[in-house]
């Protein structure tokens, strides 16, 4: 995270400051070139680089768990997988099944093969009864999704938080330019119309910037946990036919 925010600063201080992009070569006392962008962000104040590191951040993360929840899914269709699954436990070859899941890899198989184990297990068990039996595999899957799930969840709440936060930047940052647009308004005499547009322009830049971030964060957010849930059902479902199955094989 703080490494997102000093490239934000270098960005902003570097690349958009650049004396290329403003009339006369000045960033600090020059206007952006008509048509420069990048001037234009430039002006926007000491909070522009601020929200354009939460913006880095909420892309970093969003890859970071993209690339972790598609591993976590495995080398091949989650649907798929659990239709396998489901097929060998109908036939009764639990063996096939916890292969199939070392081929598929990741945090679903890993859960389903622990009950498949667990399967086992309870087969040369003489001391409980069948009801204990389903119960311990069915407690097994679950300690076995609560190790899971944490990995899959991890760093959601930075996206979550830079919802917030990456509104409340860009409010901060579209008060302090309001400040500065009615500063240009109060002076004597005629109003300090280029310390006024400076004011304005800086409002906008920082209100955008902030919503922009503010909603893509929201977006990744909802996109990362229907991917959880999803997987979160498979596993479910699977687990669900594991317990019946030897439920109603073990009578």
Sequence with gaps: MVICIIIGFLLWKFVMGSPANFEGGDPETGHPKVGNYFGMVYKGGFIVPVLM?????????SF?????????????SVDAFVKKIQGFLSSGNIDAAIVECDKQKGSVANVIKSGLRKYKEMETDTVMDTEQKCLAIQKDIEE???????????NLT????????????????????????FAGLATAGAPDQAQLANGISEALINTATGIFTSALAIIMYNV???????????????GFSIVQTYASTHK
């Design 53 to 61: 590191g939460m913006l880095l951040m909420v892309i970093v993360f």
């Design 64 to 76: 970071e768990r993209f690339l972790v929840i598609n591993k976590a899914s495995g080398t091949s």
């Design 144 to 154: 076995a999704t609560a190790l899971e799930m944490p990995m899959l969840e991890q």
């Design 158 to 181: 930075v996206i979550a938080t830079l919802v917030s936060i990456g509104t409340l930047m860009g409010l901060l940052g579209t008060v302090t330019g309001m400040i500065k647009a």
């Design 224 to 238: 990362f946990t229907s991917k959880i849930d999803k997987l979160t059902y498979s596993i479910d479902e699977a």
